[in-house]
């Protein structure tokens, strides 16, 4: 026998028993973003590599150490399995004139790659919803997006989800504090971890997201970036934390808070949960007013943020959240060579009226395929025998117990036999 095959580590398979999860937030998350106005669009897997390294950053984790980049023998090219969706959205709608008409809000969906060490909740692949406000300037889009998230997070049935706001004003203003951060990290160098060290110059902001626990009371004792921010940036956030207030959302102010993006400016947040170790931020976002410009488009104001899929339905499928599992209306089981071809148009019938069906398959006796019947989860059985073909009847049995009507206890109806279209409304009706 040959070895088996294994899928890729930090790369999963979404099983039968998982996919309803999935479905059900899915679900949610498309009538959540209908309601807000926002329009799906869907970009592809590969981009060129460039654009990600001039988006993200050339000095960043993701583009130094975790993109997925490779030669295309065709033509030289070197292209990337997308690390993130912003970027990519930003290049479909500079390459398309999406913001021709006007400011434009976008949404996105699918999976992301990251070459990383994979643990809960940090994946090779991992899954983005993204939301993207194009060409809309102000804080009034930031309010909108994060009072969205915690719409969402209600919606769910999920709690303990926190709010984590900071803001990283202008480029001038950053320039400011960075040259106070740079003085104050080479008084302390002897402290600083390889990585912080070595983007001690080329990049400071980003010793501020280490995680390395050797280096947090290095980045705690460091100077604010809220000392430096602009008039503009302080006003905007100021102006921002009163709508929040007034609408009740709560929120702490992190002055570490930078994110690992370099296309970042002004307001970032994040929302975080206790409940997943380490890998606590489920969605993340915040303004990234130069980006267009930078990518090739007309310069344009936006902001946006993207959460983790496989986070959430992490606090999904452990919290207390009612997701609704799909079974079947009924379960046809069928025995002899009338049934067998009677069965199949039966099936078809059935669904012609609307109903989720399941047709035995494979043979079987009665008594086995009853216990598949009962197995499925279907509220009824619908029994086919040659008899019954030849009669142009069916045998209905309900399968799950249920409360009657009007009455405490507990009671199974008894099996009926009864014409197709009789069987069709039994199954709606009860």
């Not at 602009?230 to 570490?256: K, V």
């Not at 999904?316 to 799909?326: C, I, N």
Request: with cysteine.
């Amino acid at each position: 026998m040959a070895n088996k095959v294994q899928g890729v580590r930090g790369m999963n398979d979404v099983l039968p028993d998982d996919a309803r999860y999935w479905a059900f937030f899915e679900s949610t998350v498309q009538r959540w973003l209908h309601a807000y106005g926002y329009r799906e669009i869907r970009m592809p897997i590969l981009e060129r590599t460039e654009l990600f390294v001039r988006s993200i950053g050339e000095v960043t984790d993701i583009v130094e150490k975790e993109m997925y980049t490779f030669t295309d023998e065709l033509n030289g090219e070197q292209l990337t399995l997308r690390p993130e969706g912003t970027a990519s959205c930003v290049r479909s709608a500079i390459e398309h004139n999406l913001l021709y008409p006007g400011p434009q809000r976008l949404w996105y969906r699918g999976p992301m790659f990251r070459h990383e060490r994979p643990q809960k909740g940090r994946y090779r692949q991992f899954h983005q919803i993204g939301v993207e406000a194009l060409g809309f300037a102000g804080p009034d889009i930031d309010a909108e997006h994060l009072l969205m998230c915690a719409r969402l997070w209600k919606e769910l049935g999920l709690d303990g989800i926190t709010l984590e706001l900071n803001s990283l004003g202008s480029a001038e203003a950053r320039t400011r504090y960075r040259a106070k951060l740079v003085t104050y990290l080479e008084s302390r160098v002897g402290e600083l971890d390889e990585d912080a060290k070595r983007r001690m110059h080329s990049n400071p902001l980003r010793v501020l997201d280490s995680k390395n626990p050797a280096m947090q009371a290095v980045i705690e004792a460091a100077p604010q970036l809220a000392d430096d921010l602009d008039d503009e940036s302080a006003q905007a956030f100021a102006t921002l934390q009163a709508s929040l207030r007034a609408a009740g959302l709560a929120f702490r102010i992190n002055p570490r808070l930078v994110r690992g993006l370099d296309y970042y400016n002004g307001t970032v947040f994040e929302w975080v949960t206790d409940r997943l170790g380490a890998q606590g931020t489920v969605c993340a976002g915040g303004r990234y007013d130069g980006l267009i410009e930078q990518i090739g488009g007309k310069p344009a104001p936006a902001c946006g943020f993207a959460m983790g899929v496989e986070r959430l339905l992490a606090l999904l499928v452990d919290g207390s959240a009612a997701v609704p599992e799909t079974v079947p209306d009924a379960y046809i089981v069928r025995q002899g060579d009338a049934a067998m071809a009677y069965g199949e148009q039966v099936a078809e019938r059935m669904r012609d009226a609307g109903l989720a069906v399941i047709l035995h398959c494979g043979g079987g006796s009665f008594k086995s395929q009853m216990k598949k019947a009962d197995g499925s989860g279907a509220r009824f059985a619908v029994i086919i025998g040659d008899d019954e073909a030849r009669a142009g009847l069916l045998t209905v049995k309900s399968l799950r117990v249920e409360l009657e009507e009007g009455r405490q206890e507990q009671v199974r109806r008894e099996q009926v036999r009864v014409p197709l279209s009789e069987t069709c409304e039994i199954i709606k009706t009860r």
